[in-house]
């Protein structure tokens, strides 16, 4: 009887609280957050953050606080919080990338047990946001550290993840001979024809088409970042390097973008002839960059998986896996108007693809993994069940339950993140103005000026703010609300 008191009790605890997921913890936040109400969803998502301090989820949480305080302006905060985070993704770079003991408990609980140790457009937007926020400071010097960062975090979402599919996949195939001779095979559970249909209405017939680490190569990385970076270097130029930066960051974002953009053209042009000497200066410009929409959520499909193990008499296990739901409620477009004429944008970085890209090359890991926990969990539970003798009903009932509860898919993901990041380009108008939304903002005739456009869904508040490079003191970012329930007064 003391070995059944000794599983009721966490069972009991589990049943009673159950598990929240990052998708119903963010939903009143971003409630708030699409309606334009950046400073309400900054207290949400702040006292939360505050919960989760030293959890294994601290960091998704201060990313998501470290983007609602900046588009609430409030910027130093948003500095702090977004440091806080870097901290953490450099204390994780510099440990091994998994955990024995964290794999162990995620194998008999579920994967977000695991700390979040954040994607690579994570990290990228982590510092794109952060130098963003130097810039708006003026702060340039540290602004030009973060675009390093974000350059470097650029290029390991190559290098880094080409080698970590690598070991997932031997290590897994490796798994799945050992789990055989545990008594399962998930390969068997992977390859019956109702688990593959129900997938595959989710995911896609190439669910676990095995591609995943020649995909991994050309893994899409966020083209934005180089754009700001030749901005910044064009802008704040001390020198020839600085030219060259500028006009070469330019480049490699043009050609991501298939040399389509006309904005990026008209910036490989300036920046090389600046950087060659053929100008003496980048020009007069204006950018109007429009964050629009909201990026996907996770949410979860439930299937029953036929279990193939030592017994015969085990049910199938109701599982859940992860899937993106994307947020389709967004403006694709706003009214700026220059000297008489309307500005054409351009997709710079399209973030639900960026996710999607990531999230498809980790699928084949996710799936696998997640059938190999619920295979032992199953296992567990009829072994508890007949070494429990006459009280093997009891223990059948409790990991029953615990097996549903415990079954949930890892949903966490930085939410507050745009769906697609555009702008548009123009030589700074004779009268320093121009109209956005059919609202004046003026701009400063000399140099280059950003005027930062947010609208987080198609009936919500647009925030705008604008700042150039110009050394002087810093005043605070000049904000506009189109509506009641705006970011700002």
């Not at 998502?45 to 470290?66: P, Q």
Request: net charge negative; aromatic share 10%.
């Amino acid at each position: 009887m003391g070995k059944i008191c000794g599983i009721a009790l966490p069972l009991l605890s589990v049943i009673l609280f159950g598990c929240a997921t990052h998708t119903s913890e963010t939903e009143s936040a971003r409630k708030s957050w699409a309606v334009g109400n950046a400073l309400q969803a900054e207290a949400q998502l702040s006292e939360i953050a505050l919960e989760k301090a030293d959890s294994g989820d601290e960091l998704v949480w201060l990313l998501e606080e470290g983007a609602a305080s900046r588009a609430g302006g409030n910027l130093k905060k948003s500095v702090d919080v977004f440091n806080k985070a870097y901290s953490i993704i450099c204390e994780y770079e510099n440990e091994p990338e998994t955990r024995l003991s964290e794999e162990a408990a995620a194998f008999f609980t579920n994967q977000s047990y695991i700390p979040y140790k954040g994607y690579h457009y994570d990290k990228i937007m982590l510092c794109v946001y952060q130098s963003l926020n130097y810039i708006e400071l003026k702060d340039f010097e540290k602004a030009s550290v973060e675009l390093k960062r974000m350059s470097n975090f650029q290029a390991e979402a190559a290098s880094k993840n080409a080698e970590r599919i690598e070991k997932r996949e031997a290590a897994f195939r490796d798994a799945q001979k050992k789990d055989k001779n545990a008594g399962y095979d998930a390969s068997k559970t992977l390859s019956n024809p109702f688990v593959q249909a129900e997938l595959q209405k989710c995911y896609g017939a190439n669910f676990m088409s095995g591609n995943s680490f020649q995909r991994a190569r050309g893994i899409y990385v966020n083209p934005f970042g180089y754009w700001l970076g030749g901005v910044y270097f064009a802008a704040t130029a001390q020198d020839a390097s600085d030219k060259e930066q500028a006009a070469s960051l330019f480049r490699i974002c043009s050609d991501m973008l298939a040399n389509s953009s006309d904005v990026l053209a008209r910036d490989c042009l300036a920046s090389e002839s600046f950087a060659s000497g053929k100008s003496q200066e980048f020009g007069n410009i204006t950018y109007v960059v429009y964050e629009t929409g909201m990026a996907p959520i996770r949410k979860q499909i439930r299937i029953d998986l036929p279990l193939f193990i030592v017994a015969k008499n085990v049910p199938h296990v109701a599982v859940n896996f992860p899937y993106l739901s994307k947020q389709n409620s967004y403006k694709p477009d706003i009214n700026v108007v220059a000297a008489g004429s309307k500005l054409k944008f351009d997709t710079i970085s399209n973030i639900d693809e960026i996710i999607q890209e990531e999230f498809d090359i980790e699928l084949p890991y996710v799936i696998t993994k997640t059938v190999l926990s619920a295979a032992a969990k199953a296992t567990a539970q009829y072994f508890a069940a007949q070494s429990a003798g006459d009280f093997g009903v009891f223990v059948n009932i409790g990991m029953g339950i615990y097996q549903s509860l415990m079954n949930d898919a890892d949903l966490r993901t930085w939410t507050t993140l745009p769906k697609e990041i555009k702008v548009a380009r123009i030589e700074t108008p004779s009268d320093s103005k121009l109209l956005l939304e059919g609202k004046s903002i003026d701009l400063n005739p000399k140099g280059v000026n950003i005027v930062y456009v947010k609208s987080m869904s198609a009936s919500g508040a647009i925030i705008v703010r604008k700042f150039d490079f110009s050394k002087e003191a810093f005043k605070p970012a000049h904000l506009i609300a189109e509506k009641d329930g705006g970011g700002s007064k």
